[in-house]
Protein backbone atom coordinates (compact mmCIF):
# COMPACT_ATOMS: atom_id res chain seq x y z
CA UNK A 1 0.00 0.00 0.00
CA UNK A 2 1.11 3.64 -0.79
CA UNK A 3 0.11 7.01 0.02
CA UNK A 4 1.13 9.75 -2.79
CA UNK A 5 0.37 13.65 -2.07
CA UNK A 6 0.35 15.95 -4.69
CA UNK A 7 -0.34 19.83 -3.99
CA UNK A 8 1.96 22.05 -2.15
CA UNK A 9 3.61 24.64 -2.95
CA UNK A 10 4.16 28.45 -1.92
CA UNK A 11 1.40 30.70 -1.34
CA UNK A 12 0.72 34.37 0.22
CA UNK A 13 -0.90 34.76 3.58
CA UNK A 14 -4.91 34.75 2.90
CA UNK A 15 -4.05 32.81 0.14
CA UNK A 16 -5.76 29.07 -0.89
CA UNK A 17 -4.07 25.89 -2.02
CA UNK A 18 -5.39 22.27 -2.11
CA UNK A 19 -3.84 19.13 -1.30
CA UNK A 20 -4.47 15.99 -2.73
CA UNK A 21 -3.71 12.00 -1.70
CA UNK A 22 -3.89 8.70 -3.45
CA UNK A 23 -4.02 5.59 -1.80
CA UNK A 24 -3.36 2.42 -4.02
CA UNK A 25 -2.04 -1.00 -3.55
CA UNK A 26 -3.80 -4.18 -1.61
CA UNK A 27 -6.54 -2.20 0.14
CA UNK A 28 -9.39 -4.10 1.40
CA UNK A 29 -10.95 -0.87 2.86
CA UNK A 30 -9.73 2.75 4.06
CA UNK A 31 -10.91 3.43 7.44
CA UNK A 32 -9.74 6.99 8.49
CA UNK A 33 -7.53 8.95 6.36
CA UNK A 34 -6.43 12.36 7.33
CA UNK A 35 -3.42 15.45 7.23
CA UNK A 36 -0.63 15.48 9.98
CA UNK A 37 1.91 18.61 9.16
CA UNK A 38 5.42 19.16 10.87
CA UNK A 39 6.73 22.52 11.02
CA UNK A 40 10.43 22.98 11.22
CA UNK A 41 11.75 22.02 14.89
CA UNK A 42 8.33 20.76 16.05
CA UNK A 43 6.51 17.65 16.27
CA UNK A 44 4.01 16.53 14.03
CA UNK A 45 0.49 17.17 14.50
CA UNK A 46 -3.12 16.72 13.52
CA UNK A 47 -4.33 18.92 10.99
CA UNK A 48 -7.94 16.95 10.09
CA UNK A 49 -8.65 13.49 9.81
CA UNK A 50 -12.56 11.90 8.40
CA UNK A 51 -13.44 8.53 8.86
CA UNK A 52 -15.29 6.07 6.79
CA UNK A 53 -18.84 7.43 7.56
CA UNK A 54 -17.47 10.87 6.86
CA UNK A 55 -16.91 12.06 11.01
CA UNK A 56 -14.69 15.16 10.53
CA UNK A 57 -12.17 16.23 13.07
CA UNK A 58 -9.88 19.28 12.89
CA UNK A 59 -7.10 20.94 14.91
CA UNK A 60 -8.59 24.19 16.84
CA UNK A 61 -5.84 26.02 14.83
CA UNK A 62 -7.75 25.47 11.70
CA UNK A 63 -11.06 25.38 12.03
CA UNK A 64 -12.89 27.32 9.86
CA UNK A 65 -10.57 27.84 7.61
CA UNK A 66 -9.61 24.17 6.13
CA UNK A 67 -11.71 21.96 4.98
CA UNK A 68 -11.23 17.74 4.80
CA UNK A 69 -12.83 15.65 2.46
CA UNK A 70 -12.37 11.88 0.54
CA UNK A 71 -13.57 10.40 -2.63
CA UNK A 72 -14.40 7.13 -1.01
CA UNK A 73 -14.44 5.26 -5.02
CA UNK A 74 -10.83 6.95 -5.71
CA UNK A 75 -9.14 6.01 -2.53
CA UNK A 76 -8.34 10.07 -2.27
CA UNK A 77 -8.51 12.50 0.40
CA UNK A 78 -8.28 15.90 0.16
CA UNK A 79 -7.25 19.72 1.95
CA UNK A 80 -8.39 22.66 1.28
CA UNK A 81 -6.85 25.58 3.07
CA UNK A 82 -8.20 29.17 2.50
CA UNK A 83 -6.90 32.10 4.69
CA UNK A 84 -3.55 30.64 5.10
CA UNK A 85 -1.42 32.42 7.75
CA UNK A 86 2.34 32.27 7.82
CA UNK A 87 2.17 29.45 10.52
CA UNK A 88 0.10 27.01 8.21
CA UNK A 89 3.96 26.17 7.21
CA UNK A 90 4.86 22.74 7.36
CA UNK A 91 5.91 19.56 5.30
CA UNK A 92 1.61 17.81 5.20
CA UNK A 93 1.80 14.38 5.25
CA UNK A 94 -1.24 12.03 4.59
CA UNK A 95 -1.87 9.41 7.07
CA UNK A 96 -4.43 6.53 6.36
CA UNK A 97 -5.44 3.49 8.20
CA UNK A 98 -5.92 1.08 5.58
CA UNK A 99 -7.24 -2.69 6.26
CA UNK A 100 -5.23 -5.20 4.07
CA UNK A 101 -6.24 -8.69 3.06
CA UNK A 102 -3.67 -11.05 3.33
CA UNK A 103 -4.34 -15.25 2.85
CA UNK A 104 -7.47 -14.87 4.48
CA UNK A 105 -6.46 -12.95 7.66
CA UNK A 106 -7.77 -9.40 7.63
CA UNK A 107 -5.22 -6.37 9.66
CA UNK A 108 -5.39 -2.88 9.87
CA UNK A 109 -2.67 -0.77 9.40
CA UNK A 110 -0.98 2.61 9.18
CA UNK A 111 0.37 4.56 6.32
CA UNK A 112 2.06 7.51 6.00
CA UNK A 113 2.54 10.07 2.50
CA UNK A 114 6.12 11.07 1.23
CA UNK A 115 5.06 14.83 2.73
CA UNK A 116 4.72 18.12 0.63
CA UNK A 117 5.79 21.47 1.86
CA UNK A 118 3.49 23.76 2.35
CA UNK A 119 5.05 27.36 2.56
CA UNK A 120 3.20 30.60 2.98
CA UNK A 121 4.62 34.07 3.01
CA UNK A 122 4.02 36.84 5.13
Known amino acids: VQLQAFGGGLVQAGGSLSLSCAAS????????MGWYRQAPGKQRDLVAT???????KYADSVKGRFTISRDYAKNMVYLQMNSLKADDTAVYYC?????????????????WGQGTLVTVSS
Open 25 to 32: GNIFTINA
Open 95 to 111: NAMITIHQIDILSEWEY
Open 50 to 56: ITSDGTT
